[in-house]
């Protein structure tokens, strides 16, 4: 059964950090591609970075230059480096991968970014 636990989420001013982390079970992590996205009530999950089995990563613009997406293999964990952070940037944060085109999601971690 393929699980993914996302922690490090929490209450931070403008301008703070954050270092999300994704930690997948049940599957090769090191082949699949994993994904972070994000969702406020009321609006669609959207994409904020990706990263391939090979480290190839890309950003929505809104995040570019702040956040950093990346992987370790041998902890089957994917981190969400999150700089400079706005008060846009609230929202749940969850990861996904997916396998033969079906999506296994995490319960999703709580970021809210104050003024």
């Known amino acids: 059964q393929v699980q993914l636990v996302e922690s490090g989420g929490g209450l931070v001013q403008s301008g703070g950090s954050l270092n999300l982390s994704c930690t997948v079970s049940?599957?090769?992590?090191?082949?699949?591609?994993i994904g972070w996205y994000r969702q406020n009530p009321g609006s669609n999950r959207e994409v904020v970075a990706t990263?391939?089995?090979?480290?190839?990563?890309n950003y929505v613009d809104s995040v570019k230059g702040r956040f950093t997406i990346s992987r370790d293999n041998a902890k089957n964990t994917v981190y969400l480096q999150m700089n400079n952070l706005k008060p846009e940037d609230t929202a749940v944060y969850y990861c996904?991968?997916?396998?033969?085109?079906?999506?296994?999601w995490g319960q999703g971690t709580q970021v809210i970014v104050s003024s």
């Open positions: 996904k991968v997916e396998r033969f085109g079906f999506p296994t």
């Open positions: 049940g599957i090769g992590f090191s082949v699949y591609a």
């Open positions: 990263i391939t089995s090979g480290g190839s990563t």
